[in-house]
């Protein structure tokens, strides 16, 4: 049975990935989802990667 998996675009923010097993980083390293909803880190500064740790909250803030 296949899972439907929807991903939504935050505005400034991660990509919000709902119904995913596993997520494949761009090393190819596969990352086991454990939660419903996952936040992805599309400022590539998170130190959690491939998990969004809020990190672009701050470098949005710097650049004001």
């Known amino acids: ?17 709902r119904g ?7 090393d190819g390293a ?4 454990t939660r419903p909803v996952v936040a992805l880190c599309v400022c590539r500064r998170s130190s959690r990667k491939p998990w969004c740790d809020g990190t672009h909250k701050a470098i ?5």
């Open 20 to 26: 995913a097993e596993v997520v494949v980083d761009e």
């Open 30 to 33: 596969q990352h086991p989802v």
């Open 1 to 17: 049975m296949s899972r439907t998996v929807q991903v939504q675009p935050c505005p400034r923010g991660p990509v919000l990935v």
């Open 60 to 64: 949005r803030d710097d650049l004001r």
